[in-house]
C-alpha cells in the first residue's frame, strides 16, 4: 500500500511507521526536517516538507494523521491553547481538502483524537457512544474530528482514534513517571482514584493497521486498552514492577500550581473501553496493566498477533 502519514515522527508515529516499512508499505512522511526525519525513522521512508504545495492525494491508498503539538509538557496559556488546536485543526482541514480534491481518492483516512473528548467524567464507563463534559480537551477534540469526518465519502472511509496514555519506553507518561520511581520518589498523583485508560505501544500500532486493513471499520474508536485503572493502582503496580517504593502522594492543588489547567489531564480522569474496536474483534497483546509494564520495563516476551490482512504481523512481527 502507499501510505500517507502526518506526525510520523512522534512517539506512535516513529513506531507506526517502522512497523509499516517492515511490512513493505510505501510510506510518505510529512516533515519539515526530512533530514532529522530520516535519522530517526527507517531509511525506506520517503518525505515531503509541505502540505500546501499538493493539490491532491491521488496515489494514495490511506492516510494516516497523528500530527499535533504535545498536550502535556507545558502550561495551558491562552497562548499554547492556540498552539495546540491549530496545530491539529489546520492540518486536519487541509487533509480533508486534499482527500476531497482527489480524483482517486484514498480508501481510508484514519485521524488522531484523544479520551480528553469526553472531558471529566470520574469514574463513569465510557464508550464511543457516551456523553461529554464541555471543556478545553472537549472542544480542541470535537472541531478535530469534525474536521476529518468531512472527508467521509463512499470512496473514503473515515476512522477517528480516540487514544489514551500510550505506553513505551521511547517516551510518553511513562517516561515521566519511571525516573522518579527508581530513585525512590514514586508518588500516587491528586485523589489516586482518578482512572488511567492506557494502551501499550504495540496494541497502539496494531490496532491503527488493524482499522487501515478492515474494510468495515469506520467512525470513532477508543483506542485503549480494555482495563483502565485508578491512578493509585497504576502508581502499585509500576511500584512493584520497578521493585522501588510509592511512599508519596502528589495533592491535586500542587498539580494546578505547577500546570495550572494542564493539570486536568493527571488530576481528572477518563474510565473508557474500547466498545468499536472490541466489536470488530480486535484481539489486544495487552490486556492487563502488570503485563505490559513488564514488557515495557522488564522486556518480558509475550506472544505476538497477526493484524490485519492476510500475514500482516504486528510492532514486533
Known amino acids: 500500500m502507499h501510505i500517507f502519514i502526518t506526525g510520523g515522527t512522534g512517539l506512535i508515529g516513529t513506531a507506526l511507521v517502522k512497523t509499516l516499512i517492515r511490512q513493505g508499505h510505501d510510506v510518505m512522511v510529512l516533515s519539515r526536517n526530512p533530514l532529522k526525519a530520516e535519522k530517526k525513522l527507517e531509511k525506506q521512508a520517503k518525505f515531503c516538507t509541505s502540505l500546501q504545495a499538493m493539490k491532491s492525494l491521488d496515489g494514495y491508498d490511506a492516510v494516516i494523521n497523528l500530527a499535533g503539538e504535545p498536550i502535556i509538557g507545558k502550561r495551558w496559556t491562552k497562548k499554547q491553547k492556540e498552539r495546540l488546536c491549530n496545530s491539529r485543526w489546520n492540518i486536519t482541514r487541509r487533509l480533508t481538502e486534499l482527500i476531497k480534491a482527489s480524483d482517486r481518492p484514498p480508501k481510508v483516512f484514519i485521524s488522531g483524537s484523544a479520551i480528553g473528548y469526553y472531558g471529566a467524567q470520574d469514574n463513569n464507563i465510557l464508550t464511543e457512544k457516551s456523553g461529554f463534559n464541555d471543556e478545553f480537551t472537549h472542544q480542541l477534540c470535537k472541531k478535530w474530528e469534525e474536521l476529518a469526518l468531512a472527508a467521509q465519502s463512499d470512496k473514503t472511509r473515515v476512522c477517528i482514534s480516540r487514544t489514551g496514555v500510550v505506553l513505551s519506553k521511547e517516551g510518553g507518561m511513562l517516561a515521566i513517571l519511571t525516573l522518579p520511581f527508581r530513585l525512590g520518589l514514586g508518588c500516587t498523583l491528586g485523589k489516586g482514584s482518578q482512572y488511567i485508560s492506557w ?79 472490541s466489536d470488530l474483534h480486535y484481539r489486544f497483546i495487552f490486556e492487563h496493566l502488570d503485563e505490559a509494564l513488564s514488557a515495557l520495563l522488564k522486556g518480558r516476551k509475550y506472544k505476538k498477533q497477526l493484524v490485519g490482512s492476510g500475514s500482516q504481523k504486528g510492532i514486533n512481527g
Not at 228 to 256: C, D, E, H, Q
Request: charged share 15%.
Open 199 to 277: 494502551i501499550h505501544i504495540q496494541d497502539m500500532v496494531n490496532a491503527i493497521i488493524y482499522l487501515m486493513d478492515m474494510p468495515e471499520a469506520q467512525g470513532i474508536f477508543n483506542l485503549t486498552a480494555p482495563n483502565p485503572v485508578t491512578n493509585k493502582r497504576f502508581s502499585n503496580i509500576l511500584s512493584a514492577t520497578l521493585y522501588r517504593p510509592r511512599i508519596f502522594r502528589m495533592p491535586a492543588f500542587i498539580m494546578k500550581l505547577v500546570m495550572s489547567e494542564a493539570a486536568t489531564m493527571v488530576v481528572d480522569g477518563q474510565r473508557a473501553i474500547p466498545q468499536h474496536l
